[in-house]
């Protein structure tokens, strides 16, 4: 018994100097695209109406075309496999469920604290690690993949400012309250943490619209606004954290570490993060002028009138 030839559907549309074929097949593999004089030939092993199969059709058009350079037969190929719009729409839905996720994350750590700040007060401040530090953890280990999605071109952010924040809060996160116990009973973790989130909300949740073509204005102002308060207060906050940190560093001894023969010299912690001071305002300097350009570039410049 021969076996059946399978044959896709295949939907046409033409314009005045252009013909479009869409084949309605998925995980198409091995596409055989050809042109003889005035007929299409295709045949490829694909996901269609009749399961994954070999599909082919022979399109006969009614004049006789005349073949293109190879590149036309590879661009063809290329679009067969994976469409600049469908490419695009993946993109778009990626994008959306990270900055969803990021979203609902911050917004839990957000109402949270504030919840608990209305109820108890300032006795909520003490306790704010052990609240919310598995969603924070959650949320800045997650972020990586935000520094990823600069640098491999799935976003047009910059790589550094991203970078700058990924690493300024992880260290903050995890080795100044994660790692010392008595940072963690702390009031200042409070602020960190609702700063951050804040923060966050209003970025994440403008991306998320954005990602589906949304534009609200308010949200919008809110994104290029709220930040020149907010940034420099968080720094401020993480700033504190530090220096709040360096006498238990000292006297616990944790990371400090004692150089070879002949100097043995003790190195302690401390003298790191006084370092690392001076890098959280230099990394606040190089982010706040990245985001006053993206509101700039929002807004623009008022145009001063010439008398």
Known sequence: MENQVLTPHVYWAQRHRELYLRVELSDVQNPAISITENVLHFKAQGHGAKGDNVYEFHLEFLDLVKPEEEERLNKLRLESEGSPETLTNLRKGYLFM????????????????????????????????HTVADMMYFCQMLAVVETINAAIGVTTSPVLPSLIQLLGRNFILFIIFGTMEEMQNKAVVFFVFYLWSAIEIFRYSFYMLTCID???KVLTWLRYTL????????????????????????????????????????????????????????????NFR????????RYGQKKKKIH
Not at 234 to 252: K, M, R
Not at 257 to 276: E, G, N, T
């Open 98 to 129: 990270y900055n969803l996720v990021q979203f609902l994350g911050f917004s839990w750590i957000f109402v949270n604290l504030t919840v608990r700040f209305c109820i108890l007060g300032k006795e909520s401040f003490y306790d704010t690690f």
């Open 214 to 216: 949304m534009d609200w």
């Open 227 to 286: 930040w020149i308060p907010l940034y420099p207060l968080g720094c401020l906050a993480e700033a504190i954290s530090v220096i709040q940190s360096i006498p238990i560093f000292n006297e616990t001894g944790r990371f400090s570490f004692m150089l070879p023969y002949p100097l043995k010299i003790k190195v302690r912690f401390s003298f790191f993060l006084q370092i690392y001071l001076i890098m959280i305002f230099l990394g606040l300097y190089i």
């Open 290 to 297: 990245h985001l006053y350009k993206q509101r700039r570039r």
